[in-house]
């Protein structure tokens, strides 16, 4: 671990460091009880700069760096009045904080009424678990179960005709003996007829050999509010005060379906299907609950064009609006009536009343005026926080481009295109995970490269490896959410990033993102520039021609694949190879489910791509039949 000198820590480096205005560390440093002037040497003890590292890494994005004490939390008073009659006041760090994050969140038709701490009551749970786990199919291992699920009751000499290898039986056989070794399938009869089990039906799906079960104890965290909640160990993380109450919440534990959602979360080394992980038993520990309650702010608004109010849960240990702790607050009524009860014994001792709030006339009609002079329908299009980093401007280095895109792939909700004019197998493969994720994320994913410009030495080679084209066509054939295709020429770099169906960004310059790599800690790279340009009507144009330009190209590539396969069918004494043919099934099928999806995205505008994708379909509805 590398150890920060005394020379290094100081107010000038760790500003530069940590990219942080100095006057900006100075009053975070103030407020926590630090004195410390605003001069570039000015030393930094290094535990103020370890809870500066701390605050920057865990805080999300654009969120202002406030030092706010646990004792802070932990002493704060209800507030009864609207922030309107009193925002020359001084207020403290935390309900600044409040304010400010609640200013992107609610629509401007909601006006604060106040806000009030209250205690939000989870436990932890442990258990005993059963589980399995699993080693993943061969290739092989992937077409025989996909050949016995088609057609069950198939001998040994059937499946080694279909895998190809005629009557040699022998690599048949060892496939044949591993997937019964480990129950995946079954052999009755004589000369015996193969089927899938019922755990090789399982195993099937998740493409894993399971492995007998072990037993291992793990912990689940249950929401007390929302006992359904699987995501109460990530939002519960901080240090909780144990309460003195012992309050079970409405939970099934000998549910075994519903302890496996929250073990998918909360225990993934025990409950992971995707990894190969199963939870078979799961059996309640006596006597191993632990109680928490953790401290949370409740905003309360009025919304003034229907005069009802709603509710938002601040995060103090997070520093922002927690969307999904406020979710679960509007849906339960027993935590509604928790946090109303609270503040109104708080409200009625000061004169003021949640349910009326007396107005006086001029109130009334200024109250009349926000809500007619505000498009409702714009009101509601709040900027969710994640969106916020990426509808700038903003102008980026090597290091920094390959930073905002590992971002991006994690936040984009809806389309991503990558339009690079190379894509070489070495830095294809680093972006690999990246683009998995987002496709398990069901985000439509389009790359564009381009045809060979005259920078390839064979007049038909590609403008992208062998290995990476390998990988876009079986991505294309495995997800209905990814497409690539090859562009007329080109040379420039382009993002075309749709967070989700309202929010947008693009982003321009030099660096190859198929094509080029570099390690974030790597020293001396080749400098590149991306620019993050915020979306416009220009780029509104752009995209309409590459998306045009990308639909072409893509029904051409399907239309050629088509009459390759049409004109093989047409002759008599063709025969597919089962390999193949199984191949050729599974592609077809999933072009069919990707017609449908490609008609959404690009047909709707253009009635004649939407003709050509009809079109295709019924080809290949032909050609499936002709494949027996």
Known sequence: MKVETKEQLTLQNISKELRIPSEIIVSFLNNKGTTIENLPYEKVTAEDYNLLKKEVKSLPANTPLIFISDEEIKNFKPVTKPIEFWADSPLSNLEKLIYRQLSFEKPKTERVVGMTPFNWKFCKAKFSGKFSTGQRFTLFDDTVTELLSIKPNQTLLDLADLLGFGTDLSIANEIVKDLKLNGVISGVGTPEQYSLTEKGKSDHQYRTKSKPPTTSPFELFIDYYNPANKFAKSLFNHEAKVSSKELKPAFDFSDIEKIKSLAEEQAQNIHLPKAGFFLQEANLIENSFEYFQLRYIAVITEILDTNTNNIW????????????????????????????????????????????????????????????????????????????????????????????????????????????????????????????????????????????????????????????????????????????????????????????????????????????????????????????????????????????????????????????????????????????????????????????????????????????????????????????
């Open 313 to 628: 849960i601040f995060d103090p240990y997070k520093k922002d609006i927690s969307r999904p702790l406020t979710q679960i607050a509007r849906t339960s009524e027993e935590l509604q009536k928790s946090i109303k009860d609270s503040f109104l014994t708080e409200a009625k001792a000061s004169g003021e009343l949640l349910e009326s709030v007396q107005k006086d006339v001029e109130q009334i009609e200024f109250d009349k005026a926000i809500v007619s002079s505000i498009n409702i329908d714009d009101s509601q299009k709040s900027v969710p926080e994640s969106f916020k980093p990426f509808l700038s401007y903003d102008s980026l280095n090597t290091v920094e481009f390959e930073l905002e895109m590992e971002k991006l792939f994690d936040t984009v909700k809806h389309q991503l295109w990558l339009i690079f004019p190379w894509v070489k197998d070495g830095a294809f493969a680093q972006r690999l995970a990246l683009i998995r994720k987002a496709i398990r994320n069901k985000t439509m994913i389009f790359i564009a490269f381009s045809e060979n410009e005259g920078m390839v030495r064979k007049p038909n080679d590609k403008m992208v490896g062998e290995r990476a084209m390998e990988i876009l066509e079986q991505l294309s054939i495995d997800h209905t959410n990814f497409f690539f295709a090859e562009l007329s020429k080109f040379h420039e770099k382009r993002v075309f990033a749709f967070l989700d169906d309202k929010f947008k960004c693009e982003y321009s310059g030099s660096q190859n993102y198929l094509s080029f790599y570099v390690d974030k800690s790597e020293k001396g790279f080749r400098r590149e520039n991306m620019k993050r340009i915020v979306w416009s009507d220009k780029t509104d144009e752009e995209f309409e021609l590459r998306k045009d330009e990308f639909i072409n190209s893509y029904l051409k590539r399907l239309n050629q694949q088509l009459q390759r396969d049409e004109a093989q069918l047409a002759v008599p004494t063709f025969k597919f190879e089962a390999l193949v043919k199984v191949k050729k099934k599974m592609f077809y099928e999933k072009t069919k489910e990707k017609i449908e999806s490609v008609k959404r995205y690009f047909g709707s505008d253009d009635t004649d791509i939407e003709k050509s994708l009809t079109e295709i379909q019924t080809r290949i509805t032909i050609v499936q039949q002709k494949i027996k």
